[in-house]
């Protein structure tokens, strides 16, 4: 496989879990271990329904695009939505009060990666861009 | 996700499989639903084969905490894996969820306490 590569879903529930069995594969193909791999999963999960509710609002007439960088040093994901306002939406979160129903995401994907970056795109979407750096011990060589 | 659904000593067990987010959380509100519709307000969440879990998913288990509150029942969960445990932990949420290490010790520790 050629990195980068992009992946692209419809606005619709069932997108989530096919995203995570795509990206499953490609990791393992990759030969991404699966603490990473948890990880990476998890905090493209979080962007993903951030796009998917947030962003997209469901709308399967939308669609979120999944940019998949990985390499020895790095893995790369963007996750752009075709929202509206949705870096005034990421700018406004607070903290989460601990018995709220939503809101955890933003908080988790901080808490695992090293870098996280929202961006408004041309068209009023959001972008946000995860970056995980490798752990050396954590990379499988064939 | 798969959820099945057991009875023991008038508590609801509640067995979790596979994913639990955005899609999966709302079934098992709706699952938790039947279950209050039913009079059943003493619920156990058995998590040990939840291979996945994200913020929606934590989000329908405090929705359904609250729930339960409301309704003065009582909820547990057991058997957290530790990859679990450890988003729990950062969010915080194990600090108000009833967390049992075995389904048995959550099921025991209904014998002891009397609701309502």
């Given at each position: 496989m050629i990195f980068p590569t992009q992946l692209k879903y419809p606005s619709?529930?069932?997108?989530e879990p096919a995203l995570a069995d795509q990206l499953k594969k490609i990791l393992t193909q990759q030969g991404v271990s699966e603490e990473e791999q948890r990880i990476f999963l998890l905090v493209i999960s979080e962007a993903f329904t951030n796009a998917l509710?947030?962003?997209?609002?469901?709308?399967?007439q939308k669609s979120i695009t999944v940019c998949l960088d990985i390499n020895d040093q790095t893995l790369r994901a963007d996750i752009i939505d075709q929202g509206e306002r949705g870096l005034e939406k990421i700018m406004q979160h607070q903290m989460t009060e601990i018995?709220?129903?939503?809101?955890?995401g933003i908080n988790l994907m901080k808490h695992y990666v090293d870098d996280v970056q929202f961006e408004q795109t041309g068209d009023g979407g959001l972008k946000t861009s995860i970056i995980l750096h490798r752990k050396a011990s954590a990379i499988t060589k064939c | 996700m798969e959820i099945n659904v057991n009875e023991s000593n008038g508590v609801a067990i509640v067995y979790l499989k596979g994913r639990l987010d955005l899609s999966s959380g709302t079934a098992l509100k709706e699952q938790i639903k039947t279950l209050f519709n039913d009079e059943k307000i003493k619920i156990h969440l058995?998590?040990?084969?939840?291979?996945f879990i994200n913020s929606s998913g934590l989000g329908a288990l405090v929705s359904i905490m609250k729930e339960t509150r409301l309704r003065k029942g009582r909820l547990s969960l057991s058997n957290l894996a530790s990859y679990v445990q450890e988003i729990f932990d950062i969010t915080q949420l194990s600090h108000i969820f009833e967390i049992f290490p075995t389904e048995e010790e959550a099921l025991s520790s209904y014998q002891s306490i009397k609701i309502g």
């Open positions: 619709i529930l069932e997108s509710v947030h962003g997209n609002r469901l709308d399967p018995e709220a129903d939503s809101g955890r | 058995n998590l040990s084969d939840v291979e």
